[in-house]
């Protein structure tokens, strides 16, 4: 946690919060703090800034903290993820958190399992948790939008064209495809497109095409889904 | 599991293996071959082919295996990495053969807790398990050379400048430092350090420096070990 991140229901006054969930057992264990001790503190979609700490208990911890700074920009891209295994899902939202990824949404495939589908990790409350922790990695306040699409057809049919639209539109796809673009401007939007385990099929690619994305790949490597999210928003940004 | 690795115990002739471990498993349970299938194979640090299955039982499967085709081949790059926590370790072993790294050194620093040198995944079996899990990943059949430096001052003064030499030396940073260079060629080598969680402190940056390694920066945003490491080498090359 490199980023102490603050909800509403944490401030006792504009300037003072109580801490009494993990982020308490974190100050005890992993800072190791004491009273008098600064640290960095962000508020959800506002501002970071610091904490001191005025008393730490074993039952809670009460600061007083100020805001004077803004989060990171986020990266202008929509990244459509086929929906990975519950255990990688967890790991790509808190990477997809900390790259700055300002919108994700996870959509069906032929290849992603049925069963995904039915994974506790699917739950908002979930969801939710798995990007504070990447924020907090990071060091942002702002979470990614988060959507679910388990219809592959209809959302890249009906609705991805205007999502894409005036947007730079990519499939990352393995084969002979031009090499996905570097370095693009930071206010360059992008669809990108990340594929199952296995790829997209052939008639996914398609749909992908029609609705304005355009295949690139990153070598003849095979990489795990985490990996291929940051290889790609690493190249592209 | 995209490539199934063969090692020199496994052949039985030169066109013939059996296999009995995991292998074995992963061929019941996720491939949920048959006798007949085919599917791609490697020999450890040699070529890639096809192997036809023979026999499948529960103990034993025979693939009759052919090889005409080279892996892909290395990034030339040697990576100095802060020895990470154990469990990290264990998965950023994987992404470092996963994305061809060439030569890895798991370095000491000042924040390096003294406790990770005791995990038993530093023995040179586990770096192994791990480093084949990651070649099977890419298909690639070539292990990166790993080496362990328990002490950062005499591996940095006496070994570092040697090994820096002829390449672009890079130290992995944040703060107010030159952008990571990106898009090298793939015959540009390279000599790349990358911190712990926490960073390198001001005397290990000095001293990685007058080896011949510059700091370069990758954003405001701080990223785990493994997803630093996956970023850099998407960028650099």
New interface residues.
């Given amino acids: 946690m490199?980023l102490l991140l603050l909800e509403e229901a944490d401030f006792i006054a504009a300037d003072r919060v109580i801490l009494r969930d993990r982020r308490l057992v974190h100050l005890h264990e992993v800072h190791r703090a004491d009273e008098g001790d600064s640290l960095r503190v962000g508020r959800l979609a506002g501002l970071m800034g610091k904490g001191r700490i005025l008393r730490l208990g074993p039952q809670e911890a009460e600061l007083q903290v100020t805001f004077d700074q803004p989060p990171?920009p986020k990266l202008p891209i929509t990244l459509l993820l086929a929906l990975p295994r519950p255990k990688m899902l967890k790991r790509t939202l808190q990477?997809v958190a900390?790259?700055?990824v300002a919108r994700l949404v996870l959509l069906n495939s032929y290849r992603v399992e049925k069963s995904f589908w039915q994974t506790p990790f699917l739950e908002p409350a979930a969801i939710r948790e798995q990007l504070i922790l990447g924020l907090e990695?990071?060091?942002?306040t702002v979470l990614p939008e988060v959507s679910i699409e388990k219809r592959f057809k209809p959302f890249v049919e009906d609705r991805l064209p205007a999502l894409a639209d005036r947007t730079l539109g990519l499939v990352g796809h393995p084969g002979d495809f031009p090499a996905c673009p570097?370095?693009l401007p930071l206010d360059q939007p992008v669809t990108l497109a990340i594929g199952p385990e296995g790829g997209w099929i052939p008639y996914e690619v398609d749909k992908l095409r029609e609705a304005g994305l355009q295949p690139v790949q990153?070598?003849?490597?095979?990489?795990?889904v985490e990996?291929a999210v940051?290889?790609?928003?690493?190249?592209l940004y």
């Fill in positions: 490199n990171p990477t900390t790259l700055g990695q990071a060091r942002d570097r370095g990153l070598g003849e490597r095979i990489l795990r990996t940051t290889a790609l928003l690493a190249r």
